[in-house]
């Protein structure tokens, strides 16, 4: 496994391109618009108790997981507990791990910066209630220390692609949201005079301007 510093070349910063000897370096875990971010960090005995616990909950009561599910730079994020990896044959057979790991991934928009910032300011509790749990974590703040244990911590994708590179999550909730407002524009339209066509297009680009 590639760690995210050797995938994306010596001296690349996590989250966007860099360069080495003059060329440009591409980051592996980036695709258009979307980031990808995979942590592996290995428990302490305190997480193999907690954590079981804290994901079941989670899971019962969805409005504890609430503010991630608002910040719309994020498509997605979650954690899971690796106990053993399974059988793909050769090169990688069966194995049971002697330690327990947390495994994070996420996909967002934005840099690699933003994400980490929002997640130390706004889920402050958050983090510490789920990383707290791994050897080596230094709290969500100060944001430095932070910081630099996912980047220790952090692996680069071996394949990352985005079905759509030039969307951006709020950009494709808003389009969704607009679709069925549109389509009815659609069918009202075929009806109208030029007249009434530049007043209703007037009428419902201010509706709908949220959206756009």
């Not at 994070?104 to 402050?124: P, V």
């Not at 703040?141 to 079905?163: D, G």
């Not at 075929?190 to 301007?209: H, I, K, Y």
């Amino acid at each position: 496994m590639t760690t995210a510093r050797e995938g994306r070349g010596e001296g690349t910063r996590p989250g966007g391109s860099g360069t080495e000897r003059g060329d440009i370096q591409a980051d592996p875990n980036e695709a258009g618009r979307a980031t990808a971010i995979t942590v592996f960090s290995r428990l302490n005995r305190r997480g193999n108790v907690w954590l079981p616990l804290l994901f079941t909950v989670s899971t019962r009561f969805p409005s504890l997981t609430a503010t991630v599910s608002k910040l719309s730079f994020i498509h997605f994020a979650r954690w899971s507990v690796v106990r053993r990896f399974p059988d793909f044959g050769d090169p990688q057979p069966r194995e049971s791990l002697k330690h327990r790991y947390l495994f994070f991934e996420s996909n967002f928009n934005g840099t690699w910066d933003q994400y980490i910032d929002a997640f130390s300011h706004i889920l402050t509790k958050g983090m510490t209630s789920i990383w707290g749990t791994s050897f080596g974590f230094p709290k969500p703040l100060p944001v430095a220390p932070f910081k630099a244990y996912i980047r220790r911590n952090e692996y680069a994708c071996a394949h990352y692609w985005s079905a759509y590179p030039t969307v951006t999550r709020t950009m494709a909730v808003a389009a969704l949201e607009l679709a069925p407002a549109h389509e009815r524009f659609h069918r009202r339209a075929a009806g109208l005079s030029p007249e009434e066509f530049a007043a209703a297009w007037t009428q419902f680009v201010t509706e709908q301007q949220r959206h756009l």
